[in-house]
């Protein structure tokens, strides 16, 4: 089972910066996808940026160009780094994992199997 822990959530304003961390630790699949995905009050959790452990990343339109989503493998670490934040990125932010193919991972969060506890994300007007 792997475990996946988030950081670096917290409150900013509008046009800051926030690198979020997820440090995952247990048994990874050979080949993995990792993302992170958001959930506002009243509203589904969507996908923000997700990438493969071999480094085929996808980003929702809504980030792209501020958003970078990256991978260590040597550390276990997923992280987002969010620049330009607007206040309609506030949400509770979440690392997920599951199994890839040969492809590039979906945005798609009912197909992540293992999930973080979120981070709180606030961005101030």
């Known amino acids: 089972q792997v475990q996946l822990v988030e950081s670096g959530g917290g409150s900013v304003q509008a046009g800051g910066s926030l690198r979020l961390s997820c440090a995952a630790s247990g048994s990874m699949y050979s080949r993995n996808c990792m993302g992170w995905f958001r959930q506002a009050p009243g509203k589904e959790r969507e996908g923000v940026a997700t990438t493969t452990t071999y480094g085929t990343t996808t980003s929702a339109d809504s980030v792209k160009g501020r958003f970078a989503i990256s991978y260590d493998n040597a550390k276990n670490t997923l992280y987002l780094q969010m620049n330009s934040l607007k206040p309609e990125d506030s949400a509770m932010y979440y690392c997920?994992?599951?199994?890839?193919?040969?492809?590039?991972?979906?945005?798609?969060?009912?197909?992540?199997?293992?999930w973080g506890q979120g981070t709180q994300v606030t961005v101030s007007s």
């Open positions: 997920a994992a599951k199994p890839s193919a040969w492809i590039g991972c979906s945005l798609s969060p009912t197909s992540y199997g293992y």
